[in-house]
């Protein structure tokens, strides 16, 4: 057996058994943090291999969240009798908004998990892309778009909960979410989903789309002149990046309890890439790996010294991406990564 | 009051923010569009104008402090600019992306450091009595109009900083240099130009009028560590409109983005508002891709 | 790929497979959870609210502890975002086997330990005023309900002869709700409302606000702004002409700390509604202002929730004390029997509905930067966490269930 | 020679903001020629290759090919109805193997959803495999574009272009940054594809030039000055003015 299938089979295995090696609390950061990594599975997807820098993943990721949240909020309610989530209430609502009623079926709401940013996405990269615009460009009109949705969110409290978000959840298609067992299983989804994804990244860049999507990254150019339109490419690779999203969304808010506003905004938008930045862009499990090697530090060093994880966070990022643009995972392998030191004056000109 | 005055007054407003705004993103659009990289960073030199504001006037009370402070800000802010662009921004300039979390790395430790330096609650600036007028109609359909000396004060400013940097660039010797860069960096290079030091007296000339910016913000507004990231995206936006680095487009840009919110304030929130800007400028972008002023240049390959 | 590949997120699982969790109770010793935001946004505001808990903590180590037992704070950051506080209250409880938690500060952060307090069984003292509308049985509200701050600022305004009033907030839920309640309160009244306008947290443009006000020309501006956005409110009004002098202004989230970095030349003359001002007469306050100023410098200080966290810490002392015993359900139900104490406030009880029983101030700023107490309600007011006027039929009962 | 032009410019004139680029110019290249253009930096060759791949739009003036007009068509359709263009400075894929670029290069059905199987059809591969041969790269096969020396990339990327199987191919400076001996090896691979392709060069080379041999166009400040064979060309008092005497002395 080679050792890298070893090492992939030994991984596996203890990913597998981590709900009975480690203690429950340890068992949900590990949850919610390899819910984070299929976000930095897309991230890596666009802006690794696409070269698309997106600074706004959280829209989706939140997207994801607050439908199978808005689910969850639902249950046990009997909207016959006119039942409301209490923040309606409050936020002098008289009827649950139509909008809301699809969600009551906890089926509908996990195809939307999915689909509402894959189709969010679909439509607003494409409205971008058509139009040739990307790289600071697209990255700065993504944060935008993280900032309005944050706001909007804040401010339509009647139907999202506003500031508060969505919280308190007991049960998901009359199964109890909060117990010990329920916290295993919905982990072991966690886990097989992240492993899913990774395996279906890994085919799908071993592709031939994988070969169109890095030749757009390199030369976006070059490929509309030798025939190509780049416009699916980037189309796909940013939708599917959508739904991974919003896929790590769902999960996060199972783990967490929660999903905020706060958590889908400009910073936690940026801090995503940071996974990815430090993990190693160009390589899938490099993506993972960062994701919880930052998580893991933020969670041990900001109760300490609170400051001190701000300083830390920055120069991560200015080292990681100045000195380090292959991550972490560059010190192991040689992706195949654009010559970054090469100026290339006309892409920078269009 | 008329509602003629209504209105009129919410157009006021509009060149009132539209006046901030350029501020605040004429030294982004100035170097993105020779360098093409975008500084994140670029809302903290607004903060560090604030706090060299606070600074100037604990040295110099008084009515005339704001007038000091004015080019101390932009000379800090000047210098801290250029030693970031010799450390940061040299070193990324091939790789904009890279650039941009840089420097958003840059942004967070600047803020920690105001925040360890200062704390975390903001420090006061007062803007000075002279400026505490306002020049209020009573008579006719301009009734009940009033327009504070403080936004006027800032629209002068805002002209006097546009006018002094479209000189600098259409007049003097470094502005044809910068226009050479602009146009063709090897060529420009090839007949002697220190492309290097254009790169950076650019970069310099940007952050230092973020500073001076930063002070004017604070006549309106808080000085705290993250006092520029609320003026960062809007002005990110000015320059996806403005077009590549021209100063006639980050003005209607800016013009654009301030008339848009205040009048469209009229009749939804702000936080509504703030959705509809991007709407408007998807929108606008999906018409003009390359923002309001299209440079249509040769130089795409020499 | 090469054969090193997943290798570090091997080691990874595998060393939080190793991570322990931290030894329960040390002999002699009672461990309890302070949990605020030390860093983001909120940092500004939880810091010094986590100081005076931990001044109170001291205070009573110095005094023997509690049932003997020295008193261990085990202190978490939220970094000002809800899932964090979820987390830390998680492990709190459940790996520092935390015997209770003082902490939160916005609604979001409350909202989001909510679930885990009921799950977990433990008891959490929530001290910043909110919009009401919530009661658990597994949290202990010290802060003001909407009728403790709210509506007597608005009692207190009719009777100073307001008459037309202009709310503005920042847009999220307290001011929302809070506004909501006093909609109800104003029409019921035969009050005018100008107008209601709300800016994004952190907005920093009120161009647009203050010309709808001075096309409605309000008797009394209500200000249910949060932080930052203040500043700017209050110097684009000035700007505008507009000083406190001249416009009123009764805020809602400016107490002595934000009024001291504001600058209180630019506030000077606006009012404030809160339950504890820095200025109350009497020794236990005296007392308290010097202690914490001893601690954390001379410049330093305090306001109506630092005071909150802090009287959460001594009333759960004195109930453990009273109960015997520091497990959650006890020590809540104790802490309820209790009755009026005398703390920093003045006189306070915890009410059934686990909300507390306490007096309303109205302070005007003073160019010091203190507040000058104007009005106060005449005796302790029974908290409502539902307002009988715009949410009619709900109440909080006494819980029994934990 | 075949009577209908292939590539046929009408009157076209493009006009960069109040700077004429081209003024004007008319040109028409039959199947199978093989056509040089010349003249100073500046003179807008690049932008006549520019406008003609749809890079730059021209201001007035149309551009036929085949006879049907494509002044108006998305890039990606110019290149589809049969022209492939090289760029000046290498525009080779760099993270991309020398194989993968040739093999991106030949796909025949460029539909995206076409993209999501791991091998290429077998006829795309021994087209590969073919134009690796031509241009001597079959050493090279899984180097990484990038790391190539500046006259592989050259060879490379016009076998890219060729592999698209392209009736026209336009070549811009193709010899740019090499020593004599790589130029004498770029003039014989262009020769050999003359025939099965039209081929359009740029260069000022005029050793090059002359090793190509073909039909002469001269640009001048965007206008044609003069067209002719070589010979003429070099005879031509005008160009001799504005451009040879220069170009010999670089050449010297």
Known sequence: MKPASLITILTLALGAAAPWLISSYELSLLGRFLAFSLVALGIMLTWGEGGILSLGQGVFFGLGGYALAMNLKLAGLNLANGDMPDFMQWSGVSALPGFWYPFANPWFSLVCVVLVPGIFAAAFSWLVFRRRIGGVYFALITQALALAFATLLVSEQAFTGGFNGLTDFSTFAGHDITSQGAARVIYLITFLLVVASYFFLRWLLGTRFGTMLRATRDGENRVRFLGHNPLPYKVVAFTLAGMLSGMGGALFTLHAGVISPALVGVVPSIEMVVWVAVGGRNVLWGAIAGTLLVNFAKDEISSALPSLWLYALGGLFILAVSFLPGGIAGLFTTPRMPRFFQRRRQEAAE | MHETAFLIGQIFNGFSVASLFIMAALGLALSFGLMRVINMAHGEMLMLGGYLAYLTLLVVPGPLGILVAMPVAFIGAALLGAVLELTVIHRLSARPLDTLLATWGVSLILQQAARNLFGAIGVQVVAPSWLNHTISFSTGILSGLTLPDTRLFILAVAALILGGVALLINKTRLGLYVRAVNQDRPIAAALGVNARLIDLCVFALGTGVAGLAGVILALLGPVTPTVGQSYIVPAFLVVILGGLGSLVGTTIASIMVGLFTALIEIYVDVSVAQVLLLAFVILFIQIRPQGVIAVRSRALEG | MTMRKLGLAAALLASTALGLAAPAHAEGTVKVGVLQSLSGTMAISEVPLEDAELLAIDQLNAKGGVLGKKIVPVVEDGASDPAIFAQKATKLLQQDKVVTVFGGWTSASRKAMLPVFQRLHGLLWYPVQFEGNECSPNIMYSGAQPNQQALPALEWAEKQGYKKIFLVGSDYVYPRTANLILKKHIKHDGLTLSGEEYVPLGGTDFSSIIAEIQRTKPDIIINTLNGDSNVSFFKQMAAAGMTPDKMPVMSFSIAEPEAKAMGPSLLAGSYTSWNYFQSLPGKMNADFVAAYKAKYGKDSVVDDPMVHGYEDVMIWAKAAEKAGSFDPKKVRNAAIALGFVDSPLGEVKFDPNQSMVQKAYIGELQPDGQFKIIWSSPKPIKPQPYDPLTFPGKTCGAHSNF | ?252
Request: proline share 5%; with cysteine; charged share 25%.
């Open chain 4, 1 to 252: 020679m075949n009577t209908a032009p292939l590539l046929t410019l009408e009157n076209v004139t493009v006009d960069f903001d109040g700077f004429k680029a081209l003024t004007d110019v008319s040109l028409s290249l039959a199947p199978q020629d093989l056509r040089v253009l010349i003249g100073p930096n500046g003179a807008g060759k690049s932008t006549l290759c520019d406008t003609i791949i749809g890079r730059v739009r021209p201001t007035s003036g149309r551009i036929l090919f085949k006879n049907q007009p494509i002044t108006a068509l998305p890039e990606q359709d110019i290149v589809r109805r049969g022209i492939c263009r090289k760029f000046q400075t290498p525009g080779v894929l760099p993270s991309l193997s020398v194989m993968e670029n040739l093999l991106v290069s030949a796909r025949k059905n460029r539909a995206w959803w076409l993209a999501f199987s791991s091998s290429p059809p077998a006829a795309e591969q021994e087209r590969a495999e073919e134009i690796l041969e031509t241009i001597g790269l079959t050493d090279r096969r899984e180097t990484l574009a990038g790391s190539l020396a500046h006259g592989e990339k050259q060879w490379l990327e016009i076998g890219m272009v060729v592999a698209t199987d392209a009736e026209l191919l336009l070549l811009d400076e193709p010899t740019a940054g090499m020593g004599p001996q790589d130029t004498q090896r770029t003039a014989d691979l262009i020769l050999s594809l003359v025939g099965r392709h039209a081929v359009l060069v740029i260069d000022h080379d005029m050793s090059f030039v002359e090793a190509l041999n073909g039909y002469t166009t001269v640009l001048h400040q965007g206008q044609i000055l003069r067209e002719g064979t070589v010979s003429e060309i070099r005879a031509d008092a005008a160009v001799e003015a504005v451009y040879l005497g220069r170009a010999k002395e670089d050449v010297a």
